[in-house]
Nanobody
């Protein structure tokens, strides 16, 4: 059983940068692919970014490609999401998720992730 705790959310202005962190505990971190999702008010949860177990493979949703960067530190059991050039449409609750099954790929579907954090709010004003 993996526990995930996100941190780093806040209130920002368009164009700002922010780094979200996700601390994992209770499992073998290196065996889990990790992902970030977000959910805006009135919208479905959407895939933001994912990273494979070793960090060698990453994937981004079209809306954040070129602006966001995912990374992981397996020694510290941490996953990060560096968000640059933030836009008001990035406003959402951001969730960290862990997938214990994908060996080398990056899961992109919500249903592929077994463990979820509680989320952290990111609000971007124009």
């Amino acid at each position: 059983q993996v526990q995930l705790v996100e941190s780093g959310g806040g209130l920002l202005q368009a164009g700002d940068s922010l780094r979200l962190s996700c601390a994992a505990s209770g499992g073998t971190f290196i065996t889990h692919a990790m992902g970030w999702f977000r959910q805006a008010p009135g919208k479905e949860r959407e895939f933001v970014s994912g990273i494979s177990r070793t960090g060698s493979t990453t994937y981004y949703g079209d809306s954040v490609k070129g602006r966001f960067t995912i990374s992981r530190d397996n020694a510290k059991h941490m996953v990060y999401l560096q968000m640059n050039s933030l836009k008001p449409e990035d406003t959402a609750v951001y969730y960290c998720a862990a997938d214990p099954h994908s060996a080398f790929s990056v899961p992109k579907r919500e249903s592929e992730y077994a463990y979820w954090g509680q989320g952290t709010q990111v609000t971007v004003s124009s």
